[in-house]
């Protein structure tokens, strides 16, 4: 999906309507911008109410081949 918002002179932006309803965003929610200086991109996303909930579980497809134990009790050993 593409579409095209205008920057007024007062640097306000109209957030397309589509968007809106899609991301479900309401009046007052807050708006995290992020700008990506490699691919010069600017990324939008609503800040959540609890990080720790968005972010809990990441990553975890890294261990679905791994005995978490023998990992641990490997790493352990290599201390000594």
């Known amino acids: ?3 095209i918002s205008k ?3 007062d640097r306000s932006l109209k ?3 589509e968007i809106l309803k899609k991301a479900g965003l309401r009046p007052g929610a807050e708006i995290i911008w992020l700008y990506d200086e490699e ?3 600017i990324l939008l ?3 959540p109410d609890s990080f720790a909930k968005v972010m809990r579980g990441l990553g ?3 261990w679905n081949n791994i005995n978490t ?3 641990i009790k490997e790493e352990r ?3 000594e």
């Open 45 to 47: 996303m609503e800040k």
């Open 77 to 79: 050993e290599s201390w």
């Open 39 to 41: 691919t010069r991109q």
């Open 69 to 71: 134990n023998e990992y």
């Open 1 to 3: 999906m593409s579409l």
């Open 60 to 62: 975890k497809e890294l």
């Open 7 to 9: 920057l007024n002179e």
């Open 15 to 17: 957030i397309p309507e």
